[in-house]
T-cell receptor, first 116, second 114 residues
Framework: GAVVSQHPSWVICKSGTSVKIECRSL??????MFWYRQFPKQSLMLMAT?????????EQGVEKDKFLINHASLTLSTLTVTSAHPEDSSFYIC????????????FGSGTRLTVV | AQTVTQSQPEMSVQEAETVTLSCTYD???????LFWYKQPPSRQMILVIR??????QNATENRFSVNFQKAAKSFSLKISDSQLGDAAMYFC???????????FGAGTTVTVRA
């Protein structure tokens, strides 16, 4: 089945530094990937939609300059949290739309970011 | 934006019994898709079941079935013969036919009692 690998699974960084999270589709081409943020015991909040070869589309209220998204190939999208602060600490999840499998979305295993 | 409402923050069920999770949604569109996702403690999102709005027949996947009431904009999930491995947070999600974005409900935490 479709697999999305998300790396790292957890990361701790110092306030003011940047962190990059990778999301790779391993056995299918993902023209569209989604990035979510999830707080403990809460729902997934869509941050942005990334399309291969074009600029990401951010949801209202998401800072584009803080959460940089790059989707340079059909199998890789990255989310970079720039100048991280403690309030950026959260669980980040990516998902990829598998255009071959109708209605299919495959999720990464998530990244727990802690900013200290 | 579409709104997905899950009114039950927590549900508890005895092993081997049945539990039903409710989900309502708000949309002005006629063509859309509905999903139930499971998020166990590992936090990996797993698709449980999906329903196309144009299909009147309710979707079924083994012990999981839905009751899709299009006019009422209701999409409940029934878990039959509950197992300990069913313990997780369950999210209802909506997707318009013209968009690929998913809108998630707040989630329902299911606890299975042995």
């Amino acid at each position: 089945g479709a697999v999305v690998s998300q790396h790292p699974s957890w990361v701790i960084c110092k306030s003011g530094t940047s962190v990059k999270i990778e999301c790779r589709s391993l056995d299918f081409q993902a023209t569209t990937m989604f990035w979510y943020r999830q707080f403990p015991k809460q729902s997934l909040m869509l941050m942005a939609t990334s399309n291969e070869g074009s600029k990401a589309t951010y949801e209202q209220g998401v800072e584009k300059d803080k959460f940089l998204i790059n989707h340079a190939s059909l199998t890789l999208s990255t989310l970079t949290v720039t100048s991280a602060h403690p309030e950026d600490s959260s669980f980040y999840i990516c998902s990829a739309r598998d255009q071959i499998r109708l209605f299919g979305y495959t999720f990464g295993s998530g990244t727990r970011l802690t900013v200290v | 934006a579409q709104t997905v409402t899950q009114s039950q923050p927590e549900m508890s069920v005895q092993e081997a019994e049945t539990v039903t999770l409710s989900c309502t949604y708000d949309t002005s569109e006629s063509d859309y898709y509905l999903f139930w996702y499971k998020q166990p403690p590992s936090r990996q999102m797993i698709l449980v079941i999906r329903q196309e709005a144009y299909k009147q027949q309710n979707a079924t996947e083994n012990r999981f079935s839905v009751n899709f009431q299009k006019a009422a904009k209701s999409f409940s999930l029934k878990i039959s013969d509950s197992q300990l491995g069913d313990a997780a947070m369950y999210f209802c999600a909506y997707r318009s036919a013209g968009d690929y974005k998913l809108s998630f409900g707040a989630g329902t935490t299911v606890t299975v009692r042995a």
